[in-house]
T-cell receptor
Framework: SQTIHQWPATLVQPVGSPLSLECTVE??????LYWYRQAAGRGLQLLFY??????ISSEVPQNLSASRPQDRQFILSSKKLLLSDSGFYLC????????????FGPGTRLTVT | KQEVTQIPAALSVPEGENLVLNCSFT??????LQWFRQDPGKGLTSLLL?????REQTSGRLNASLDKSSGRSTLYIAASQPGDSATYLC?????????FGTGTRLTVIP
């Protein structure tokens, strides 16, 4: 069966510090991968998605970036965090092509102070 | 751009009651619609997936319907239990993106 992992589970970082969140998927190959952010009082917003190694599409302009160094590894990064980057970050995977169900990881709670 | 609305934002019901959560979307060109459950501080658990060609899906006490032409979906929960208390999110799938509503926070009172 497929599982999706995210770490760390929680993170407190000062403004201006770098960020690296990691997501890995087990039990499937060549998945589509997604990063979402859920800010307080707001709905989930897609940040990045990837259909393959090194292929990243950005949905929202921001100071975040994403990379996919391996088939089942998806990394969210920032060089300098802003207060507005605080939120709950969720990674998800789906099968390739349209119409596939998305499965979500446990999330990372990021607080920027 | 696709917009997804969920009504009501919050709902409180006594245990055992049947209830309906509503979801509407503005663009009917969707691949599918998913209903998720989110417990506080946790990730999302997929409850039901309805493909664009389908009208409804059922899983246990849950039944979800889809009327793509009118841009509406409902999630019916039968015989609600305190363990059903959570936020329920509706999401519609575009070409490569899930568009989420802001959710309905359900509280089932014992």
């Amino acid at each position: 069966s497929q599982t999706i992992h995210q770490w760390p589970a929680t993170l407190v970082q000062p403004v201006g510090s770098p960020l690296s969140l990691e997501c890995t998927v087990e039990g499937t190959s060549n998945p589509n991968l997604y990063w979402y952010r859920q800010a307080a009082g707001r709905g989930l917003q897609l940040l990045f998605y990837s259909v393959g190694i090194g292929q990243i599409s950005s949905e929202v302009p921001q100071n975040l970036s994403a990379s996919r160094p391996q088939d089942r590894q998806f990394i969210l990064s920032s060089k300098k965090l802003l207060l507005s980057d605080s939120g709950f970050y969720l990674c998800a995977w789906s099968g390739t092509g349209g119409g596939y169900e998305q499965y979500f990881g446990p999330g990372t709670r990021l607080t920027v102070t | 751009k696709q917009e997804v609305t969920q009504i009501p934002a919050a709902l409180s019901v006594p245990e055992g009651e049947n209830l309906v959560l509503n979801c509407s979307f503005t663009d009917s060109a969707i691949y599918n619609l998913q209903w998720f459950r989110q417990d506080p501080g946790k990730g999302l658990t997929s409850l039901l997936l309805i493909q664009s060609s389908q009208r409804e899906q059922t899983s246990g006490r849950l039944n979800a319907s889809l009327d793509k032409s009118s841009g509406r979906s409902t999630l019916y929960i039968a015989a609600s239990q305190p363990g059903d208390s959570a936020t329920y999110l509706c999401a519609v799938m575009g070409a490569n993106n899930l568009f989420f509503g802001t959710g309905t926070r359900l509280t089932v009172i014992p």
